[in-house]
């Protein structure tokens, strides 16, 4: 699903291309963190077509997020609570990379 996962992480999670070769494209996710996607049929390993793998992503507002994305067209789990004191929600890209966005919870800040 090489042409629909390049769709998804341009288009859907709005990530900028860095570098593109006929086989391979590098996305940025931040500032020096990026994603490089590969097409299977030219690449030396294999795709673990999902397996073992969650990308996670931090963001201001997990709720803006998850409206942003919905948007866009992509399938989204409900937003909930995490146990470290986050709110976040699941994705799976076209390949079945889940990936989760994720923001602290106002509620576990106290503040005296």
């Not at 996607?37 to 990308?55: C, F, P, Y």
């Not at 789990?77 to 994705?91: K, N």
Request: hydrophobic share 45%.
């Amino acid at each position: 699903h090489y042409a629909q996962t390049l769709a998804f992480y341009e288009h859907v999670l709005g990530l900028q291309r860095t570098l593109v070769k006929d086989w391979f494209v590098e996305f940025r996710v931040a500032r020096e963190a990026f994603l490089s996607v590969a097409d299977q049929n030219r690449a030396t390993i294999d795709s673990a077509q999902g397996k073992g793998l969650t990308l996670t992503f931090q963001v201001d507002d997990v709720r803006v997020s998850h409206e942003q994305l919905r948007a866009r067209g992509a399938t989204l789990s409900a937003v909930g609570a995490r146990p470290w004191g986050a709110q976040g929600f699941l994705l799976c890209d076209p390949e079945g990379t889940r990936i989760e966005i994720w923001a602290p919870s106002s509620l576990a800040t106290v503040r005296c």
